[in-house]
C-alpha cells in the first residue's frame, strides 16, 4: 500500500519514466527516496529502496524534484501546497525543461530555496544534471542540490541564471536546426547525419569535448572557419517547417509508430534496454580510464560549482 508519512531524504513529484527514473537514481546513491503521486495505487513496480506517498510526508524532504507535466498552473499549484506545508525549509527543484524557472520562482513565497534540477532520459543513466540558479537563489540551495545529486552519482553543472533551454538543450536545439534544414533541402538523410552523430561527433565529443577539442586542433584554424561557415549557416529563428508538420500530422516517431524512422515493426522496449545498456558501458569505459583534462586559462571565466 502507498504510505503517506514516511520521511524521505528526496522527494520526486511525479511518478512518470522521467520520476521513476529520478528516484532510481537517488534511491541507488542510497538515499531515502519517495514518489508522489496523485495515483499511486497506479505507479506499478518502483526500484528497491523507494517508497510510493499519495501525499506530502510531515517531514519536510531535504529537496524535491517536481517532475510533473509541463503545464505552468499544475506546477504552481504543487508548489503552493509544497510551501504550505513545508514554508521554505525544503530545496524545491523543478525539473521543467520548457517552462521559464524565473516565472516559477517569482510566483512562489519562498524563491529562496527553488532552482532548476533538470535531467536527461534515461534519468537513471545518464550522469549530467544541470542546476540552474533564479535570481532569488541561495548559494546554500545550490550546494545542497549539488551535493545530494554527486550523492546519486550524477555530475551537476551549476548555470549561473536560468536561461531558456539551459546549457544542453540550446546546443542541441543549435545542431538539430542546421540538422533539419540539411534534410529538407535534400542535401543528406536522417541516417546520415545520425551516422555522423554516433560514428564521428559522438565518439569524438566523448573523448575531448567540443570546446577543448578545438584547442587541441587549433583555435588559428577554427576561427578563420568560423568566419566562412558562420555566414553560411541556416541562421533561420523559425522553426523547422518539417518537424512542425510531422507533429501535425502526428508522425511523432516511436510513440507514433513513424517519425524519421519506421518503428512499426519495432521490439522498441527491447530496443531501449539494449541501448541505454550500451550508454552504461560507453561511460563506465570512458570514465575508467578518462585522463586528467586541461585547466581552465586564467582569462576565462572564474571558476563556478562545476570545478572540483
Not at 134 to 144: N, P, Y
Not at 186 to 206: E, F, H, W
Not at 259 to 282: I, N, S
Request: proline share 7%; net charge negative; hydrophobic share 40%.
Amino acid at each position: 500500500m502507498p504510505e503517506s508519512t514516511s520521511a524521505v531524504t528526496v522527494l520526486v513529484a511525479g511518478s512518470g519514466v522521467m520520476g521513476k527514473g529520478i528516484a532510481a537514481s537517488f534511491a541507488r546513491g542510497g538515499l531515502k527516496t519517495g514518489i508522489l503521486s496523485r495515483n499511486p495505487d497506479n505507479v506499478g513496480a518502483v526500484e528497491a529502496g523507494i517508497v510510493v506517498l499519495g501525499a506530502l510526508p510531515d517531514t519536510p524532504p531535504q529537496l524535491i524534484v517536481e517532475t510533473i507535466p509541463e503545464v505552468m498552473e499544475l506546477k504552481l499549484a504543487l508548489n503552493a501546497e509544497i510551501e504550505d506545508a513545508y514554508q521554505g525549509n525544503t530545496i524545491l527543484g523543478s525539473n521543467t525543461s520548457s517552462l521559464p524557472l524565473q516565472q516559477l520562482a517569482d510566483n512562489l513565497r519562498f524563491p529562496e530555496a527553488f532552482c532548476g534540477v533538470h535531467y536527461f532520459q534515461p534519468a537513471d543513466i545518464t550522469p549530467i544534471v544541470e542546476v540552474a540558479r533564479v535570481a532569488q537563489s541561495r548559494d546554500d540551495t545550490i550546494e545542497a542540490a549539488v551535493t545530494l545529486l554527486r550523492q546519486a552519482g550524477k555530475i551537476p553543472i551549476t548555470l549561473a541564471e536560468p536561461i531558456d533551454g539551459l546549457l544542453v538543450n540550446r546546443l542541441q536545439q543549435a545542431i538539430h536546426h542546421e540538422a533539419y534544414y540539411l534534410i529538407e533541402r535534400g542535401i543528406c538523410t536522417a541516417q546520415d547525419i545520425d551516422l555522423v552523430a554516433k560514428q564521428l561527433l559522438g565518439p569524438r565529443m566523448s573523448v575531448t569535448g567540443m570546446i577543448e577539442q578545438k584547442d587541441i586542433s587549433g583555435l588559428d584554424t577554427h576561427a578563420l572557419a568560423q568566419r566562412e561557415l558562420i555566414p553560411a549557416l541556416h541562421l533561420s529563428r523559425e522553426p523547422s517547417p518539417m518537424v512542425q508538420k510531422m507533429y501535425a500530422d502526428n508522425n511523432i516517431g516511436a510513440k507514433s509508430g513513424v517519425g524519421f524512422y519506421d518503428w512499426r515493426q519495432m521490439d522498441l522496449a527491447a530496443y531501449k534496454q539494449k541501448t541505454g545498456a550500451l550508454l552504461t558501458a560507453v561511460l563506465a569505459l570512458l570514465n575508467s580510464d578518462r585522463p586528467d583534462g586541461p585547466p581552465n586559462a586564467p582569462n576565462n571565466a572564474p571558476a563556478s560549482a562545476n570545478d572540483g
